[in-house]
């Protein structure tokens, strides 16, 4: 539980704008995910990386952008090409690549359109 | 990509009652198949898991069933508390990203 951080916990964004979302784990984990949540959708794969300075598309990667230039660090920008961003962000991590592997959630981040 | 239904949807039972949870999928090549539960705002924790070749794993009051044949798994749940309460989701692992299914939410009356 405890090596997997996001911040901050709730953010407001206004029309236009980029908002950027934290995610910090210290699990020496190689990959990171980002998974979107509405109610009754379950959990949707934004994008994920595997490996530092590689990511990939998820399912609905539109309107967001990553990077992984760190091992620790994988944070998410919610672009103003999002025009419903308004969700439960959820930033996850595993020990391996593979789907087989164990995913640990940070706490999340909700994300509210002003 | 890989697909899993996940049924029902929202499952009520009395306290004491077991509850069951089950995925269907259609990939073969799936062999991880773990279950993770969500507390009403916070963040999903595996509560149980179990590999391709196993067929049944029991932890206390928790199991997962995987019928390998048929490509379904199931949670179950027995003398369910009120602490049971949230929502719950299989997953499907077997190439490089996961897939979740959609959720159920478990109620608990006392």
């Known amino acids: 539980d405890g090596g997997i951080t996001q911040s901050p916990k709730y953010l407001f964004r206004k029309e236009g704008q980029n908002v950027t979302l934290s995610c910090e784990q210290n699990l020496n984990h190689d990959a990171m995910y980002w998974y979107r949540q509405d109610p009754g959708q379950g959990l949707r794969l934004i994008y994920y990386s595997q490996i530092v300075n590689d990511f990939q598309k998820g399912d609905i990667a539109e309107g967001y952008s990553v990077s992984r230039e760190k091992k620790e660090s994988f944070p998410l920008t919610v672009t103003s090409a999002q025009k419903n961003p308004t969700a439960f962000y959820l930033c996850a991590s595993s020990m391996g690549t593979g789907a087989q592997e164990t995913q640990y959630f940070g706490p999340g981040t909700r994300l509210l359109v002003l | 990509g890989e697909n899993v239904e996940q049924h029902p949807s929202t499952l009520s039972v009395q306290e004491g009652d077991s509850a069951v949870i089950k995925c269907t999928y259609s990939?073969?090549?799936?062999?991880?198949f773990p279950w993770y539960k969500q507390e009403l705002g916070k963040r999903p924790q595996l509560i149980i898991d179990?590999?391709?070749?196993?067929g049944e794993k029991k932890d206390q009051r928790i199991a997962v069933t995987l019928n390998k044949t048929a490509k379904h798994f199931s949670l179950h749940i027995t003398e369910t508390q009120p602490e049971d309460s949230a929502v719950y989701f299989c997953a499907l692992g077997g190439s490089y990203i996961p897939t979740f299914g959609r959720g159920t939410s478990l109620i608990v009356h006392p």
């Open positions: 179990i590999r391709s070749n196993v």
């Open positions: 990939d073969s090549a799936s062999n991880y």
